[in-house]
């Protein structure tokens, strides 16, 4: 049986792939304080990703999201 405990702070391993990159980025939405160690890792399949993230995530906040 798997019991669910609250997701805490700390680096996201991607390991050098885009798709671990990209999911890190989206469990930091959820979670507050996780880094991506090498947000790089997304330019292989979106060259613009981490502007794009930047960019989005800005938007947000100024539109107090």
């Given at each position: ?53 930047a ?8 539109r107090?999201?």
């Amino acid at each position: 049986m798997i019991t669910a405990t609250p997701l805490r702070p700390g680096v996201w391993r991607a390991y050098a792939d885009h798709r671990m990159a990209m999911a890190g980025a989206i469990v930091g939405l959820r979670v507050a304080g996780v880094e991506v160690d090498d947000i790089g890792a997304t330019t292989k399949t979106l060259p613009d990703f981490p502007r794009l993230w930047a960019d989005m995530l800005t938007a947000q906040e100024d539109r107090g999201m």
